[in-house]
């Protein structure tokens, strides 16, 4: 993977009319090659950001560049972008290969050079054989593969994907998931794939931008975003979690359920009210002497996996286990969890906020230097 940038949003904002607007000030980069996803529940602003990369709209304010220029009044078709829509926007009318080769034939490639073209892209989604099959005789995932044909046979260097997944069914879907991974392995073009599913966006980025109400919440690779989630709402939105209030003693130390706790985490003000997460995976059951925090079984559901616990501790906060072992509803059994395990989060601050934020104790920290 190239380390090289592709895309930039420079203080990107939009406006749709007057209305407030629905990007705010939002700056990321793109790097060339990899899979990035946006995630971020329905209305968040993803397709707005597709849009604009794809040229279909200009932002309000702020700069985009592509390749080091900026491109914000050039047209859709003069973009090295392709996008593969939700209902693949196929034409009913033509068959398999004149769908993929439509795009060629507008650019008037000779005949030869299409059908070699088409061909090989039509291989590259394993549909090799099918030119000739009308698109109303082609499966779902069929039909997804010929859409992803038709945006690579054009040579792209971005393709924007927006839940190109979602018509499908679980198993298909799962299945979707895999080829598209590793048809981007194998292509080594840039991905942007949006999705409001938290575990499609696990699997199958190298990078994710968390995304709610127009700006970016978070952004790094899955492991990052999963066990250091910034604020509640990357915390909620990413898998189950335990949030649950508490004040950051000093560094390295953290008070919840009225007891200091060893942690990882520092550079927060002493006293600072946060949050914390523990994932329920990270919370073991253990004798109740023997753990850091007791709590009362308040329920159990069996997972096949592992049983789904939950409970609560004496100054009234709610947990949630994940264990293989079992428990009995009533009883009261200790929770153990490494300082590791312990996330402590700002109130509801972004990302960007959060660098601010630093930025002014560091200055601060100068002027009285
Ligand atoms: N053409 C438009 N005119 C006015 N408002 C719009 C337009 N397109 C989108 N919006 C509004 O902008 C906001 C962001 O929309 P966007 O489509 O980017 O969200 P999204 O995250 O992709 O949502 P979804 O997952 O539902 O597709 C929403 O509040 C939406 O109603």
């Not at 007057?18 to 939002?26: C, G, M, N, Q, R």
């Not at 997944?165 to 942007?192: C, N, P, V, W, Y």
């Not at 850091?292 to 997972?303: E, G, I």
């Amino acid at each position: 993977m190239s380390d090289e940038t592709i895309i930039r949003f420079e203080q990107v904002t939009k406006r749709y009319d007057h209305d407030p607007p629905v990007l705010k000030a939002v700056s990321f980069e793109i790097k060339r090659g990899r899979f990035y996803t946006l995630l971020g529940p329905s209305g968040c602003g993803k397709t707005t950001i597709l849009r604009l990369i794809a040229g279909f709209m200009e932002p309000s304010e702020g700069n985009i560049y592509f390749n080091g220029k900026v491109i914000n009044r050039v047209p859709a078709e003069k973009r090295q972008v392709n996008t593969v829509f939700q209902d693949y926007a196929l034409f009913p009318h033509l068959n398999v290969f004149e769908n993929v080769a439509f795009g060629l034939r507008i650019k008037k490639l000779s005949k030869e050079r299409i059908v070699e073209k088409v061909t090989e892209a039509l291989r590259f989604v394993n549909l090799a054989g099918y030119e000739r099959r009308e698109i109303t005789e082609m499966s779902g995932g069929q039909r997804q593969r010929v859409a992803i044909a038709r945006a690579i046979v054009n040579e792209p260097e971005i393709i924007l994907l927006d839940e190109p997944l979602s018509a499908l069914d679980l198993k298909l879907r799962t299945e979707m998931q895999h080829e598209l991974r590793e048809l981007q392995r194998r292509l080594g073009i840039t991905f942007i794939f949006v999705t409001h599913d938290q575990e499609e966006a696990l699997a199958m980025s190298d990078e994710i931008f968390v995304l709610d109400q127009g700006i970016i919440q978070q952004s790094g690779s899955p492991t990052d975003i999963y066990d250091e989630p910034i604020n509640r709402f990357v915390a909620d939105f990413i898998g189950e979690s335990n949030i649950v209030p508490g004040r950051m003693l000093r560094d390295y130390l953290v008070e919840f359920a009225g007891r200091p706790f060893e942690c990882v985490d520092k550079g927060l003000r002493p006293d600072e009210a946060i949050e914390i997460v523990i994932r329920p995976e990270d919370l073991e059951m253990v004798a109740p002497d023997q753990g850091k925090l007791q709590m009362t079984v308040d329920s159990q559901l069996f997972r096949g996996v592992h049983y789904e616990i939950t409970g609560h501790d004496d100054a009234g906060n709610r947990w949630l286990v994940h264990s293989t072992k079992k428990a009995t509803v009533g009883s009261r059994t200790g929770l153990d969890f490494d300082p590791e395990a312990i996330h402590v989060m700002r109130f509801g601050e972004s990302e960007e906020e959060f660098d601010r934020r630093l930025e002014g104790y560091s200055d601060a920290g100068a002027d009285r230097a």
